[in-house]
């Protein structure tokens, strides 16, 4: 069964709590832009705080609040000395159990190597399968994208209350261009009155169940000779 994360140190936290996640990602085109990603449990806060308490579960270490806000912090400096990466933020509201995170990227392909490489240097260098997959591409006619998190295989079943709240949560991914959209593959993606934003929203316990629903192609049309 396959569980969605933004990093392993809260993995626990996301399989038992109302998740809100949005990715959004601008591309100029000249290829640059910028990557912001929201990890919302604000929802959840009585369920993830009373698991924060827990030293444990099922024979899992449950990181800290501090151990977990540590990590995102790596994870950014990290990210800071990636090349063809600029104006690295890191937003964590601890009260509120919120993570905003955004960076500029001179590429998509320095963007894709430059998280790979700061999510290694977090887990301390181990090999996780999971980052070959390359979940964007761009060839400044079609973006092609799949999701920017890891997901990783877990025996464990979930109980009825966690799948209750998988089914309330959401992952929405935003596309920003500097020109129109032509057309998108998935038929459910929405287009702003301009063609130059696009959305699509899923529920997080059917993505559980069905990975390829977030993977999306978007065609835009040619640029305009001056």
Request: charged letters at 25%; one cysteine or more; aromatic letters at 6%.
């Amino acid at each position: 069964m396959k569980k969605l994360i933004l990093f392993s140190t809260l993995l626990l936290l996301l399989l038992s709590s109302c998740i809100e996640l949005i990715d959004d990602l601008t591309i100029h085109n000249d290829g640059s832009g910028t990557f912001k990603y929201i990890l919302n449990l604000s929802a959840s806060k009585i369920k993830v705080n009373s698991i924060l308490a827990l030293d444990s579960i099922d024979g899992k270490k449950v990181p800290s609040l501090n151990e977990i806000t540590e990590k995102l912090n790596s994870f950014a400096l990290n990210l800071k000395t990636q090349p063809g990466i600029t104006n690295v933020s890191m937003l964590i509201k601890e009260e509120d159990l919120i993570v905003k995170f955004s960076c500029d990227f001179a590429s998509i392909n320095e963007l894709h190597n430059a998280l790979k490489a700061s999510i290694l240097f977090m887990n301390n260098g181990k090999e996780i399968k999971e980052l070959n997959q390359n979940w964007l591409s761009w060839d400044g006619k079609i973006l092609k994208r799949n999701i920017p998190l890891l997901s990783l295989t877990i025996s464990e079943e979930l109980k009825e209350t966690e799948l209750d709240l998988l089914k309330t949560g959401s992952y929405t991914s935003i596309n920003h261009f500097d020109r129109p959209i032509d057309h998108a593959e998935k038929p459910e993606t929405k287009l702003n009155p301009s063609k130059t934003a696009s959305m699509l929203k899923v529920n997080t316990f059917d993505l559980q169940n069905n990975y390829s629903l977030i993977e999306n192609a978007i065609y835009l049309t040619p640029i305009k000779n001056k």
